[in-house]
């Protein structure tokens, strides 16, 4: 899963090279959920601002450089 809380993913990119970036880890087999915000993590519980909750052993909190 892939949390992101803008509409798009990687946006100080060109518009074509976002899209490329999001069809290459859809590809991978990422789920992505935009407009989305984690608001907590709690041992294997991350929780968002909407509905989604996800079970996971491994975080990784990141910012597309």
Do not use: P, Q
Not at 27 to 34: M, S, T, V, Y
Not at 47 to 55: I, P, Q
């Amino acid at each position: 899963n892939l949390i992101h809380s803008g509409d798009t993913i990687c946006n100080i990119m060109s518009v074509d090279s976002s899209k490329a970036a999001e069809k290459f880890l859809v590809e991978l087999g990422f789920k992505i959920w935009k407009n989305v915000r984690v608001t907590n993590y709690d041992c294997g519980t991350i929780t968002t601002n909407s509905e989604l909750v996800f079970k996971t052993g491994t975080v990784i909190w990141t910012a597309c450089v």
